[in-house]
């Protein structure tokens, strides 16, 4: 008699695959008070790593900026590394495109308001998001079709202080 096996799902590694900070008018914007903009954008990828591994990424980018003057950017790119065996093709994109960005991204909200705080501004804590509705909005553009969810066309939040 066989055993039929069921689908797993195992996170192997979750690691800070990039991280930028840049203050391109320091000392200056520490001794002024501005008021700043602060804009937000959210990006996802997928990649194959491995006959039953995937590495998934989420990254934002903050920008604060003071009229035309931009206080900082920072950048932070967290990764992480995903065993899938036993899924269907039908669900792997659900998988890759919800299910491992919504683990790592509460890693990448601590990453990007560390890098922040540590830059001499107040923390920035990135609002949470659903990567199920990213995800169905994705699927509707692109016709329904279940592919992982592509890098580059995340949400660009736009958050005033």
Known sequence: MSEQRGATFQIEKVYVKDISLEIPHAPQVFMEQMQPQLEVRIDTGAQQAGEAHFEVTVSATVTAKAGDKVLF??????????????????????????????????????????????????????????FEQIYLQRMQAAGGGEQPTPPGDGPRIEVAR
Do not use: K, N
């Not at 792997?92 to 991204?105: K, R």
């Open 73 to 130: 950017l920072a950048e932070a790119v967290q990764g992480g590394i995903f065993q899938l065996r036993g899924v269907t093709q039908e669900d792997l994109g659900p998988i890759l495109g919800i299910a491992c960005p919504t683990v790592l991204y509460p890693y990448l909200r601590e990453v990007i308001s560390d890098l922040i705080a540590r830059g001499g501004f107040p923390p920035v804590l990135l609002t949470p998001i659903s």
